[in-house]
T-cell receptor, first 113, second 112 residues
Framework: DAGVIQSPRHEVTEMGQEVTLRCKPI?????LFWYRQTMMRGLELLIY????????DSGMPEDRFSAKMPNASFSTLKIQPSEPRDSAVYFC???????????FGQGTRLTVV | EDQVTQSPEALRLQEGESSSLNCSYT??????LFWYRQDPGKGPEFLFT???AGEEKEKERLKATLTKKESFLHITAPKPEDSATYLC?????????????FGGGTRVLVKP
């Protein structure tokens, strides 16, 4: 298995533009997570899905952020409009069941200028 | 609110100099305590899961232990390739699914 695949690896965009981050979880994993990592706040959970259904989105910072999982092999995190303070590394992770380890992708480094 | 605190923030070791990293957690009912390793520019890589006080797990030069309030990651005779940021995370029983709260991490640098 290729692991969790994220794209793009790097994204530089101007303030106000829409940004879409993509994730392909490991096949057979029922849980998918979106995290954001910054120097100031560390690794924060934004939202997670179970069997393609959003379970907890309490970590989503604002209405500018939205996430979807149209099927078991694909998820997106969208920021519209983007702001400089959204600059961070965004990770997608997946896990097989409750209380099992989560496997992380390589992340997308987002820079909003 | 669930909290995970790691100490120290950074650790510089000489090759072969053993040490321990601390992870303190406050959670009303622990489902699991996870340790990850993160290298620069990469996603966290899973190391261990501990489920109950007294449990220990080992992998090469790393050993993780768990008490009711904290977990330790012991690095025995470290090598330069053990240099990384080590993250711990708690998963509370009350949370549906697999919600993890991460600590801030400990950056470990092992010098030859």
């Amino acid at each position: 298995d290729a692991g969790v695949i994220q794209s793009p690896r790097h994204e530089v965009t101007e303030m106000g533009q829409e940004v879409t981050l993509r994730c392909k979880p490991i096949s057979g994993h029922d849980y998918l997570f979106w995290y954001r990592q910054t120097m100031m706040r560390g690794l924060e959970l934004l939202i997670y899905f179970n069997n393609n259904v959003p379970i907890d989105d309490s970590g989503m910072p604002e209405d500018r952020f939205s996430a979807k999982m149209p099927n078991a092999s694909f998820s997106t995190l969208k920021i519209q409009p983007s702001e400089p303070r959204d600059s961070a590394v965004y990770f997608c992770a997946s896990s097989r069941q409750v209380n099992t380890e989560a496997f992380f992708g390589q992340g997308t480094r987002l820079t909003v200028v | 609110e669930d909290q995970v605190t790691q100490s120290p923030e950074a650790l510089r070791l000489q090759e072969g100099e053993s040490s321990s990293l601390n992870c303190s957690y406050t959670v009303s009912g622990l489902r699991g305590l996870f340790w990850y390793r993160q290298d620069p520019g990469k996603g966290p890589e899973f190391l261990f899961t501990l489920y109950s006080a007294g449990e220990e797990k080992e992998k090469e030069r790393l050993k993780a232990t768990l008490t009711k309030k904290e977990s330790f990651l012991h690095i025995t005779a470290p090598k330069p390739e053990d240099s990384a940021t080590y993250l711990c995370a708690s998963s509370p029983i009350k949370a549906a699914g697999n919600k993890l709260t991460f600590g801030g991490g400990t950056r470990v640098l092992v010098k030859p």
